[in-house]
């Protein structure tokens, strides 16, 4: 980080909200911001989503002239029924920091000076068309960002996959919600969850796998405390690597020794068929049983490969594979009491009980994440507990439109809007669609997220744009990619709204606009696409990431692709994106019925949209009377047998402490946006190790000292946190990732789920030092 910003920043937190206010955000005074009437007839209100984590909250923002003023929840939106989190309350402040970038960058001799946006745009087509021309076509790369709106995320697919042809294209989402995918697509075949957040409302029991949802989904949350407030019956269960605000609130906390989460699952299994609670009804018509391979490595090399193979096995050979883990011999595995394993398996196993699991980044980034997914399905479905109100395994996710545009969009490697690369009759789809020849869309799938970066690295990628993320703070082994992109012979475009880790390594900078001054997408965790308008004119020279990929895309001669006029290009590319889902298993909501609507859920069929699927009571593309897994060929639910196996990386004597990464509630993600709200970074104003009172007292750390923590890749030095709002087991320790002066992805490691290509960020080795 630049001593200019990490100064700029830092100011922010020793003042006063109101004086960080008059810095940050000038022409606002903070006070007004906190007391104005909602009624006063000079604000206009306006809807939206929120553009933080995946819960696609409803906002109401509060305009005045061309300035958003206010915010406050929207009540009719079913999501979070005017409800919002401390960072939805300040989302709007994310605009008017006073180093948002609005001028586009070009570096020359070594420093980024301003240029205007035809110059830069020009430069980025050249530098493609030259590096295609020497490299060839598999030397130029996308990445973008579960923040991509979907038209950004589809205008991206389409140049570089349908036109340019090649499949180097990724997001961020690889990193936080990959293994959901795969976890999906080998249990049932099809991708997204099969509930909604009403199960929250008709739930009798909640179970958070590895969640801290009072902090990271604290809405959704609220909504769980709500319905418990309501119904004294209700139990929320917190198994979790470490004691968070999620245990506090729970009715129980159980901890497990990391990445034995596999066996705890396992265990439970067990005990469902020792207890003779199996739905067997449920389990003879709607459910087979399959094993693929063990053994199946790490990902910690450069081209490693993998490919599963699935075998199907029958009940008894499933029950058979079980025997391994009983409660009593998981209890010394985990650290998990044989008695807590009994008990969590009874709250499944009751019939009379409803049960919602939730997860997301504990059980996705995860070296064997794909495994875990499906073990807690095998959960659900042995008691028959899935979609229906109240029974759900649900993954959350992490960005606005991590599912909206990642993954039904398809802007991984292998994917296509609908299908993946591999399929012939989906690269026909798409270059029907497209207009493109059906050869220019190769079947084969080129990089994932973590080897794109090793690819930039070894220079089989010269050219790298990247949109609305920063990787230069969120890649694992980050020191090896950072040096990767800084090599000569490379070429990085960076569209962006601040400076940032990843901007400082850029050769162009493209000033991007933020949600609300563009019109754009987003499709939430439970299937809700949701539209936002223009609310407020963009800033400066800042251009719709989406604009910017179609300038580009006529400077490289694609003018036939992309011929949308700048009036109705969001209606237009939507009206184009939706006849890839065409069918009554992904039927999308016209543009105009989204405009005017808080968002609706997909299948949308004959009006209707659907809150569960595979249950023909609800889905329309189910059929018969029942239950129809329909995204299987035998129209039934997989359950996998899946074995413990250890982490990438253990701690030893050497290095003795687990390092776990993650969020807190008020910053999101690298904290680009959010540590520029003065209240939120007065809040949390910098990351921070968690130590246990009981190795600090062995260390000789005191909360405050500084503290170095080493493991075979990096180091880094900052200060302890003992009996904070959180606290880890013994033996490990938690940083925040949040700030970019602490880049503790120099330390983590870049093994990852070898089926679904995520990185584990919650599992390796360290030391620690008193500094």
Request: charged share 25%; hydrophobic share 35%; aromatic share 10%.
């Amino acid at each position: 980080m630049d001593i200019s910003r990490r100064a700029f920043i830092k100011s922010a937190a020793v003042q006063s909200a109101a004086a960080a206010a008059a810095v940050l955000f000038p022409g606002i005074s903070f006070g007004a911001w906190k007391s104005l009437d909602p009624s006063s007839g000079s604000i206009e209100w306006k809807k939206t989503p929120c553009r933080f984590c995946g819960t696609g909250c409803g906002l109401l923002v509060g305009v005045s002239g061309d300035r958003a003023v206010a915010v406050k929840g929207d009540p009719n939106c079913s999501v979070n029924k005017g409800l919002c989190c401390v960072k939805g309350y300040h989302s709007v402040q994310i605009l008017y920091g006073k180093d948002r970038v609005t001028k586009a960058l070009i570096r020359k001799n070594g420093k980024l000076v301003e240029a205007s946006m035809q110059e830069a745009l020009d430069l980025v087509a050249a530098k493609m068309k030259e590096t295609i021309k020497s490299h060839g076509k598999d030397a130029v790369a996308i990445y973008g960002s579960g923040q991509w709106s979907i038209a950004d995320g589809y205008a991206a697919s389409k140049l570089f996959k349908g036109c340019i042809g090649t499949n180097n294209v990724e997001a961020n989402a690889r990193l936080c919600m990959a293994s959901a995918v795969t976890g999906f697509l080998t249990s049932f075949g099809l991708d997204e969850p099969m509930g909604c957040y009403d199960d929250i409302d008709h739930a009798d029991v909640f179970v958070t796998w590895g969640n801290n949802m009072a902090e990271m989904h604290p809405v959704l949350f609220s909504r769980m405390l709500a319905n418990r407030q309501s119904k004294s019956h209700v139990k929320i269960i917190d198994f979790a690597t470490r004691t968070t605000r999620t245990s506090q609130a729970a009715d129980k906390s159980i901890i497990f020794r990391p990445q034995t989460d596999l066996a705890v699952a396992n265990a439970i299994c067990y005990e469902i068929i020792r207890n003779k609670w199996v739905n067997w009804d449920f389990v003879k018509k709607h459910v087979s049983f399959h094993k693929g391979k063990t053994n199946i490595g790490y990902g910690t090399q450069d081209h490693f490969k993998f490919t599963d193979k699935a075998e199907t096995v029958d009940f008894e050979a499933y029950k058979a594979f079980l025997e391994d883990y009983t409660p009593e011999n998981v209890e010394k595995i985990s650290g998990v009491s044989a008695r807590d394993i009994k008990y969590m398996a009874s709250l499944y196993g009751d019939p009379d009980k409803k049960v919602t699991s939730f997860w997301c980044m504990g059980m996705n980034q995860h070296t064997r994440g794909t495994w875990i997914n499906n073990l807690v399905y095998n959960i659900h479905l042995l008691v028959g507990k899935i979609s229906a109100p109240g029974n759900s395994p649900f993954s959350l996710t992490g960005q606005p439109s991590a599912c909206g545009t990642v993954r039904e969009v398809g802007t991984l490697t292998h994917k296509l809007p609908h299908g993946v690369v591999m399929n012939e009759g989906a690269r026909k789809l798409a270059a029907k669609i497209w207009q493109v020849p059906v050869e220019n869309i190769d079947p084969k799938p080129t990089y994932h997220t973590v080897e794109m970066f090793r690819a930039l690295d070894r220079g089989d990628i010269r050219f790298m744009w990247i949109q609305v993320t920063n990787p230069m703070v969120t890649m694992p082994n980050l020191r090896r990619y950072r040096n990767g992109a800084q090599k000569d012979g490379r070429f990085i475009v960076v569209s962006e709204i601040y400076p940032t880790p990843t901007y400082d390594v850029a050769d162009v900078v493209l000033p991007s606009a933020l949600w609300i001054e563009r019109e754009g997408f987003f499709g939430n965790s439970e299937r809700r696409t949701q539209h936002n308008g223009q609310i407020i004119p963009t800033p400066g020279d800042t251009m719709c990431n989406t604009w910017q990929l179609i300038e580009v895309a006529r400077r490289l001669g694609y003018e036939k692709q992309f011929p949308w006029r700048r009036e109705t290009y969001i209606e237009d590319i939507w009206n184009e994106y939706i006849q890839f889902h065409d069918s009554p298993k992904h039927r999308m909501a016209p543009y105009k019925e989204l405009t005017v609507r808080s968002g609706i859920q997909w299948p949308y069929v004959n009006g209707l949209e659907t809150k569960w699927r595979y249950n023909a009571k609800y889905d329309p593309a189910a059929k018969g009377g029942g239950f129809d897994f329909y995204g299987k060929p035998d129209r039934k639910a997989w359950i996998w047998l899946r074995p413990y196996e250890p982490a990438a990386e253990s701690p030893d004597s050497e290095y003795p402490f687990w390092l776990n990464t993650g969020r807190v509630l008020e910053h999101w993600h690298t904290g680009s946006m959010t540590r520029r709200v003065p209240i939120l970074h007065k809040a949390v104003p910098e990351s921070y190790v968690e130590i246990n009172p009981e190795d600090a007292a062995a260390l000789g750390i005191t909360h405050g000292s500084n503290v170095k923590i080493s493991s075979r890749r990096g180091a880094m030095v900052m200060k302890a946190s003992i009996n904070g709002r959180g606290q880890p087991p013994k033996g490990m320790v938690f940083v925040p990732f949040f700030d970019e002066n602490y880049l503790i992805n120099e330390v983590t490691l870049d093994a990852f789920c070898p089926i679904s290509k995520q990185p584990d960020y919650k599992k390796c080795a360290v030391k620690l030092e008193r500094a």
